[in-house]
């Protein structure tokens, strides 16, 4: 019990982690950060594709690093008899296998999760892929512009003069990585009140569709396309996006009250009594005009004085922030979502914090991404009894 | 143990649900979709405010019937005496309370963590806010637009010639509530064994930024900022969107092997050859030339085609699809991403399906979204003991 409140509130839960890249190491990553035991496995001499992924720090892959920590790494040739073998010894003792191979692959290792259960019918298999292993796209390829593409979200995003347009970061990936997380400890409740293992199985397009549920009524509903409106909101009006001076704001004074307020906030207590913008629905109407008056007031102002004159005011707003900005912010400090941390090879390195705030067992940053290979004598003599000189010959064999 | 099965993997587990609109309440949906008791706290003649959120259907709100599902509905007035007392009295028989107030609201109601661990220590506490519930931002109004704004989200999502693009769902919100459902299912595990409860505190700011974890580093590492440059990636080419004869086609021919798959899906072996596109370094130099070739092919080609080409020729590609093309597709039929069910109300009403695909326990609908204080009789009666006289006396009261 009392390693139970060292790591974290996973502390003790075992997960074999084939997955490579981004979907599936950041699933994985999360549990890790909540201090399960994830045991990356790598292919011998190659490793996941994404150790090769810029930016990198004194040669180290600054993806990786983010991705990869608090996991311990071990390489297998899951393709050798021997390798098979450990591997379904190690598949005994462990409570989740997570993969994101395209459908198939693990079943003609002989990993499938039909084959896993017989071995070990508490496993819970998580399998994050493109399509998902059901459907007739199940073995089409899914990186993640696919899954943005094929779910939706690239054609409401964008502008009226612009064609469908991707996030600017892998957000089918992310979803579909924290789908998994999510179905993942909730299978994991189960197991422990029946003893029962079962199969996770998250697809990118699927994950992509889900986080649209509020978009897709317009057409389910009204039969209507919701079409690219920049910044702006089809249901009120003003939620946009504004010039200032030296960069942007995003405001939301979506109702009566707050458009009231925003008014007296920019010193334009006339438009609270035009009829111009009276409801939202004249505000709808009239957007463009009011665009207009908003930029009059905020377009030569500095992005920080007019978003501290809207929100001492009471008005919902923000600085459309770069990255850099988001990464000095105090507020970001404060939440500690940026994280130094020491790695051996990159040395100081600045990696992105958990998002997943827990006050009795916060996350923990415990050890850098592994060097490949770095934990096979700790692991395989603790999983599989090796003893250092069997691991040797292993890996002469071509084995780890 | 029969009633495990039945409902799913969070079957038993008991929540307590005074959450409103999207980030709060997608989150108990996730958790009610795989079996959870969740009870939605509404107040007396007023309800969610998205009741009242466009589109609907026979007057029911397609917004709140999506993410409402599987919930039971009871109304209780928390500022009066009586309410306080009843909802204290729930919090000894429950597993969770999850909310998404702006932090300071619950300690006002006598709500806090702190006041109610006191009477379940093993009360799991999810609150869901912009900024969380510490740092200087936490009292600022969280919407999803002020939040996709200030994690950095929008400034790498659009175009070269557009400013910093919000994307097209309230994906902020998606992000929070899907991290709050990571975090109290870790916690929940914990709470199991352990028997101590926590809090979760999850900020939408936060949940953007961890999502943006591998473009960061090109700030981090390399102290440069990224641009927006619409659908290309910056790490390789061709990953791009191009226009067809009826649509779009987003491509991802990552590496050399797929790059050369390509050319040959279209008809371009001499491009296999060309020193223009030798390597992704040679590719990224030339990528609008590279475009025009490809667009000179798929530019005049229906979509379907096109997509059907690259595949088959083992390339990585999809159409950009509108929404009622991603409704209609057989492969989300086949994943039951769209699920036909009865509202009594609103009649044959379909939802979004859950994303969450587990194979011992999938997921049900079993009950539509609730009519306000619809389950008063039963919830109160089954939690608190009270009969139908005396719930109807606090109903006559404002109580409930």
Redesign the interface.
């Known amino acids: ?1 009392m390693d ?2 060292k790591n ?3 502390c ?2 075992k997960i074999l982690d084939l997955t490579r890249v ?1 979907a599936g190491p ?1 699933c994985t990553m ?2 890790a950060d ?1 201090g399960a035991d994830v045991i990356k496995i790598e292919i011998p001499g190659k490793g996941d594709d994404s150790r090769a ?5 004194n040669g180290e892959s ?2 990786f690093m ?2 990869n920590r608090n996991k311990k790494g071990i390489t297998l040739n899951m393709k050798a008899p021997e390798g098979k073998k450990v591997f379904l010894e190690m598949v005994k003792k462990a409570d989740m296998v997570v993969e994101n191979f395209r459908p198939g692959v693990m079943d003609r290792f002989g990993f499938g ?1 039909e084959e896993l259960k017989k071995i070990n019918p508490g496993i819970i298999y998580g399998a994050v892929s493109g ?2 292993h ?4 199940s073995q ?4 993640d ?2 899954g ?12 009226p003069e ?10 089918a990936d ?3 990585g ?2 998994a ?3 993942l ?6 197991r ?3 003893g ?8 990118l ?3 992509g ?14 039969g209507r ?2 079409q ?1 409106i ?2 702006r ?1 089809e ?1 009120n009006y003003p ?1 946009d ?1 504004f ?1 200032t001076k030296d960069g ?3 405001v ?1 004074a ?1 109702n009566d009250k707050l458009w009231r307020a925003m008014c007296r906030a920019m010193g334009r207590e006339d438009l609270e009594i035009s009829e111009k913008t009276a409801t939202n629905k004249e505000r709808l109407q009239n957007w463009q005009w009011i665009r207009e008056q908003i930029i009059n007031w905020c377009g030569d102002m500095p992005t920080a004085e007019a978003v501290e004159a809207l ?1 001492e005011g ?1 008005v ?12 000095n ?4 400090k ?2 500690e ?2 994280v130094e941390t020491e790695h051996p090879k990159a040395g100081k390195f ?1 990696m ?10 916060p996350v923990t940053y415990r050890t850098p991404a592994p060097a490949l290979g770095q934990d096979n004598e700790a692991v395989y003599g603790e999983w599989v009894n090796m003893t250092p000189e069997e691991i040797a010959a292993y890996k002469e064999k071509g084995v780890f």
Chains 1, 2 share one sequence.
Do not use: C
């Open positions: 019990m139970q409140l974290g509130a996973l003790g839960v981004l950041v999360m549990l909540m992924f810029s930016p990198f720090q600054a993806y983010n991705l999760y399509f998902g059901t459907g007739p796209y089409r390829p899914g990186y512009a696919i943005q593409a094929m779910s939706g979200l690239m054609s409401t995003t964008g502008w612009t064609i469908g347009t991707r996030i600017g970061t892998p957000m992310y979803l579909a924290q789908s997380a999510i179905a400890l909730a299978a994991l409740h189960y422990e009140k029946t029962e293992g079962q199969k996770v199985d998250i697809g397009m699927d994950a569709i889900a986080s649209m549920q509020v978009i897709q009524p317009y057409y389910l509903v009204e396309l919701p690219r920049g910044n909101y249901s939620t996006g010039p942007q704001i995003m939301s979506a929100l009471g919902p707003a923000a600085p459309i922030n770069n990255i850099e900005q988001v990464v912010d105090p507020h970001t404060a939440r979502m940026f600045t992105t914090g958990s998002q997943l705030k827990l006050s009795r067992t």
